[in-house]
T-cell receptor, first 115, second 114 residues
Framework: KAGVTQTPRYLIKTRGQQVTLSCSPISGHRSVSWYQQTPGQGLQFLFEYFSETQRNKGNFPGRFSGRQFSNSRSEMNVSTLELGDSALYLC??????????????FGEGSRLTVL | AQKVTQAQTEISVVEKEDVTLDCVYETRDTTYYLFWYKQPPSGELVFLIRRNSFDEQNEISGRYSWNFQKSTSSFNFTITASQVVDSAVYFCALSGDGYNKLIFGAGTRLAVHP
């Protein structure tokens, strides 16, 4: 059974540009959540989607957005990139859709460097 | 507010030593979930365990064991007879305000030397 797949794995952008990251969850999983990992702030929750609906959002500016498609694949977008957006962006999928938190299975992440 | 504290930033042990990673959490929820994840150099977070707030039984899985104590709001993780392959960053996490949102601790970097 394939795991969570994130693309691209590495990318370099310059300030002011925008970026789109993609995540394909484990087959059958309908929940996809995104996390940002930086040395200074650690792992922080960005948002979660279930059945194409955003159910929860972390404390990030509106430059960070996402969406989920009918096949459960998800994308996140960061517009007007800032140096501080340099991070490892991790996607996680779960089969649980209710209010009890399930096991999250993570991908290897997309490492974004903003110059 | 919910919070997870992993006071140990780095731990260094020699192979075959036992090591305990500490995790203390804060939450006002009566129902919550606690997790441990391992992050090897590849970056992927590997799920180790999920425990709900109503289940205080300790758990053992091979060389890994977990001690959950609600009275002290702790969920500690012990690796018995550590191996070099155990070297990684370990994160403790708490379910947030519902659904699949996790609040992570800062992580403990474990280095196991031959």
């Amino acid at each position: 059974k394939a795991g969570v797949t994130q693309t691209p794995r590495y990318l370099i952008k310059t300030r002011g540009q925008q970026v789109t990251l993609s995540c394909s969850p484990i087959s059958g999983h309908r929940s996809v959540s995104w996390y940002q990992q930086t040395p200074g702030q650690g792992l922080q929750f960005l948002f979660e989607y279930f059945s194409e609906t955003q159910r929860n959002k972390g404390n990030f500016p509106g430059r960070f957005s996402g969406r989920q498609f009918s096949n459960s694949r998800s994308e996140m977008n960061v517009s007007t990139l800032e140096l501080g957006d340099s991070a490892l962006y991790l996607c996680a999928s779960s089969w649980r859709g209710g209010s009890n938190t399930g096991e999250l299975f993570f991908g290897e992440g997309s490492r974004l460097t903003v110059l | 507010a919910q919070k997870v504290t992993q006071a140990q930033t780095e731990i260094s042990v020699v192979e075959k030593e036992d090591v305990t990673l500490d995790c203390v959490y804060e939450t006002r929820d009566t129902t919550y979930y606690l997790f441990w994840y391992k992050q090897p150099p590849s970056g992927e977070l590997v799920f180790l365990i999920r425990r709900n707030s109503f289940d205080e039984q300790n758990e053992i899985s091979g060389r890994y064991s977990w001690n959950f104590q609600k009275s002290t709001s702790s969920f500690n993780f012990t690796i018995t007879a550590s191996q070099v392959v155990d070297s990684a960053v370990y994160f403790c996490a708490l379910s947030g305000d519902g659904y699949n949102k996790l609040i992570f601790g800062a992580g403990t970097r474990l280095a196991v030397h031959p």
